[in-house]
C-alpha cells in the first residue's frame, strides 16, 4: 500500500480548511467597511436571535430535569455515580440543543431577512465581477424554494444529531470526539444552507449545492465550522450573520472557479 502522498493530502486539507476559515474573516472585513448595508442585516438577526436565545436559556433551566428523566435507571444509585450520568445525560441535550439551535436560528433567520441577506450577497458578488451566468428568479418562488430547502437541511440535522445525542451518554467519547463530530456536521449544513442566495441567483438548488461544495469540503467545512463556533458565542450569530452571509458569497464564487479578489 503506497501511503507517500498521505501527508501531503492531508496538510494539503488543512490549509483548505483555513482558507474557507479565512473567508468568514474576510465577510467580516466586508461587513466592517460596509456598515449601513451590513447593520441591515442585524435586524432580522437581532429578532430571531431573541428568540431562539429563549429557547436555548429554557433549555439550560430544564436541563437538569430532562438529565433526570431520561435517567430514571440511576435514581437509587449512589449520589456520586447518579451525578456523573446526569451530567453526562445534560451535556448531551445541551450539545443536541446547541447544533440544532444554530442550524434552525440560521435557516430562520435567512428566511425572515431574505431581501437584506440576497442583496448583502449581491453587493459582495459585484465587488468581485458579479455573476455571470445570473438568472431572474421571482421573489416568492425563490422564498418557497429557500424554506423548503431550508427544512429539509434542518430536518438532516435532526437525524444526525439523534445518534450523536446518544453517543453522548459515552463517558470521555461523549465529552471529547462527540462535540467535534457536532461541529463538523453543523458547519456543513451551515456551510450548505448560507451559500443558498449565490447559487439560486445562477438557477442552481440544494443539490447543485452540495455537489458544488463536496468537490472541495475541506474548504467549505472550514467556513462553515468558522461561523459554527462563532454562532455558539453569545451574540455572536445575531452580530455575525451578515459577515457569514458575505463569507458564504465568497466561498459560493471559489468553490465555482469564479473570482474572489477585485481585478
Keep these: 500500500m503506497n501511503v507517500s502522498g498521505i501527508p501531503g493530502t492531508a496538510t494539503s486539507a488543512a ?37 431562539f436565545l429563549a429557547a436555548y436559556a429554557t433549555l ?13 435507571f440511576a435514581d437509587d444509585w449512589p449520589a456520586t455515580t447518579r451525578g456523573a450520568v446526569r451530567v453526562i445525560a445534560a451535556l448531551a441535550f445541551l450539545g443536541l440543543g446547541g447544533l440544532l439551535t444554530v442550524l434552525t436560528f440560521t435557516a430562520v433567520t435567512l428566511v425572515v431577512g431574505d431581501p437584506f441577506y440576497e442583496k448583502i450577497s449581491e453587493r459582495v458578488e459585484q465587488r468581485y465581477g458579479g455573476a455571470p451566468d445570473a438568472v431572474e428568479v421571482p ?27 446518544a ?23 451551515l456551510a450548505v444552507e448560507l451559500v443558498g442566495a449565490p447559487f439560486y441567483r445562477r438557477g442552481k438548488g440544494l443539490r447543485d449545492r452540495r ?16 461561523v459554527f463556533v462563532c454562532f455558539l458565542i453569545p451574540l455572536g450569530a445575531v452580530l455575525l450573520m451578515p459577515a457569514a452571509v458575505a463569507g458564504a458569497a465568497l466561498l459560493a464564487r471559489r468553490s465555482l472557479g469564479q473570482p474572489i479578489t477585485a481585478a
Excluded: E
Aim: glycine share 14%; net charge positive.
Design 211 to 226: 455537489a458544488v461544495l463536496k468537490a472541495d469540503r475541506p474548504t467549505a467545512l472550514g467556513f462553515g465550522v468558522a
Design 139 to 165: 421573489f416568492w418562488p425563490s422564498l418557497r424554494r429557500s424554506v423548503v430547502d431550508s427544512v429539509r437541511l434542518v430536518a438532516l440535522a435532526v437525524l444526525v444529531g439523534i445518534p450523536l445525542f
Design 15 to 51: 490549509r483548505r480548511f483555513a482558507g474557507g476559515a479565512a473567508l468568514l474573516l474576510r465577510g467580516i472585513g466586508l461587513y466592517v467597511r460596509n456598515p449601513g448595508l451590513m447593520l441591515l442585516g442585524v435586524v432580522p438577526a437581532l429578532i430571531s436571535g431573541g428568540i
Design 167 to 189: 453517543a453522548g451518554f459515552i463517558p470521555i467519547v461523549g465529552q471529547t470526539v462527540v462535540p467535534v463530530i457536532g461541529a463538523a456536521v453543523g458547519g456543513w449544513l
Design 60 to 72: 439550560v433551566f430544564f436541563v437538569g430535569d430532562l438529565a433526570a428523566a431520561v435517567t430514571p
